[in-house]
Nanobody, 120 residues
Framework: QVQLVESGGDLVQAGGSLRLSCVAT????????MGWYRQAPGNGRDLVAT???????NYADSVKGRFTISRDNAKDTVYLQMNSLKPEDTAVYYC??????????????WGQGTQVTVSS
């Protein structure tokens, strides 16, 4: 019972920046990991970045040094600051979270996605 809503996707020129946001709405669930995945047409859904409740981060090699993930635990919100965007970054970006009730298994939750298009 966690809903994720992304925002911030847009059309931007190569070299530009965007900031994505994802707000989680939950009932009785404790959120663990939050992050971002992306999917280009014809491709699978690939990891972009994740962040734990304690602040540990993990990035795909293709975005290291350009993207920064952060979160506000009090607001159940995760952000993705994307700089130096490339046409290869064009994809639908999906918010991701793992959450669960105390003493129950963690479950995966996904947002509906937000389109990021980088012009070449």
């Amino acid at each position: 019972q966690v809903q994720l809503v992304e925002s911030g996707g847009d059309l931007v020129q190569a070299g530009g920046s965007l900031r994505l946001s994802c707000v989680a709405t939950r009932s009785m669930f404790s959120i663990n990991v939050m992050g971002w995945y992306r999917q280009a047409p014809g491709n699978g859904r690939d990891l972009v970045a994740t962040i734990t409740s304690g602040g540990s981060t993990n990035y795909a090699d293709s975005v290291k040094g350009r993207f920064t993930i952060s979160r506000d635990n009090a607001k159940d919100t995760v952000y993705l600051q994307m700089n130096s965007l490339k046409p290869e970054d064009t994809a639908v970006y999906y918010c991701y979270a793992t959450a669960g009730l105390v003493n129950l298994r963690l479950r995966d939750f996904w947002g509906q996605g937000t389109q990021v298009t980088v012009s070449s």
